[in-house]
């Protein structure tokens, strides 16, 4: 949902937009992608050299495959608690037979109906998203038996740069919506010592 707070940064406006940036938005994008979209373009032009690697590994034609891809924006939402993020789906996914309810399931992770990729992805997206020391030599093992080098870096860099792109949108007011930091698998267990603490 727009945040109603002022920003700390305005947006460059639409009318201009480089190249680069009308391409990486389109003629459909909301209000807040255009938004966004200006607030990069404030950075000159660093914004002509992200946007393009955005778009190419948000996009559908990542070697990670869209149904996937969309699966690990969710597994990220989820450990912000973003309402903005979790409440999208993309349509695209579901017709690829991505479940509208998959984040229910995230932690029923081993016995849910997700197939070995996306158990490793997803298993790898939380861990990094609360607390990247989990990410051990185990994880390494279940991504690179199912995932070849190029997958497994592609997913690093989209979680890494989703993960920065979510919470730089609250930062910047641009989107009001609660989020819990640093997530809600980390915060469970908070609250499960506090509970142990006080009982």
């Known amino acids: 949902m727009p945040s109603d707070r002022p920003m700390p940064v305005t947006p460059m406006p639409v009318t201009d937009f480089t190249p680069a940036m009308q391409a990486a938005t389109?003629?459909?994008?909301?209000?807040?992608?255009?938004?966004?979209?200006?607030?990069?373009?404030?950075?000159g032009s660093l914004a002509d050299t992200f946007l393009p690697f955005y778009t190419a590994l948000t996009k559908e034609e990542n070697v990670l495959g869209f149904k996937l891809t969309?699966?690990?924006?969710?597994?990220?939402a989820?450990?912000?608690?973003c309402e903005a993020c979790l409440a999208f789906r993309n349509p695209k996914a579901i017709e690829q037979g991505m479940n509208a309810d998959a984040p229910d399931l995230f932690?029923?992770?081993?016995?849910?109906?997700?197939?070995q990729r996306e158990r490793a992805a997803i298993r790898y997206t939380l861990a990094f998203c609360t607390n990247h020391h989990l990410v051990d030599d185990a994880m390494w093992d279940e991504l690179k038996?199912?995932?070849?080098?190029?997958?497994?870096?592609?997913?690093?860099?989209?979680?890494?740069?989703?993960?920065?792109?979510?919470?730089?949108?609250?930062?910047?007011?641009?989107?009001?919506?609660?989020?819990?930091?640093?997530?809600?698998?980390?915060?469970?267990?908070?609250?499960?010592?506090?509970?142990?603490?006080?009982?």
Not at 70 to 76: G, K, M, N, S, Y
Not at 78 to 81: A, H, M, N, S
Not at 164 to 179: E, W
């Open 26 to 43: 389109g003629p459909t994008a909301s209000p807040t992608s255009l938004a966004m979209t200006g607030l990069i373009g404030k950075t």
């Open 70 to 76: 969309e699966l690990v924006r969710l597994a990220v």
């Open 78 to 81: 989820t450990t912000t608690g």
């Open 107 to 115: 932690d029923e992770l081993d016995t849910a109906d997700f197939t």
């Open 145 to 199: 038996s199912v995932f070849d080098d190029q997958e497994i870096m592609t997913l690093c860099l989209y979680v890494a740069t989703f993960l920065g792109t979510s919470r730089l949108s609250h930062a910047v007011r641009l989107i009001d919506a609660h989020c819990t930091l640093p997530g809600y698998r980390l915060s469970a267990v908070t609250e499960a010592k506090a509970a142990q603490t006080f009982s």
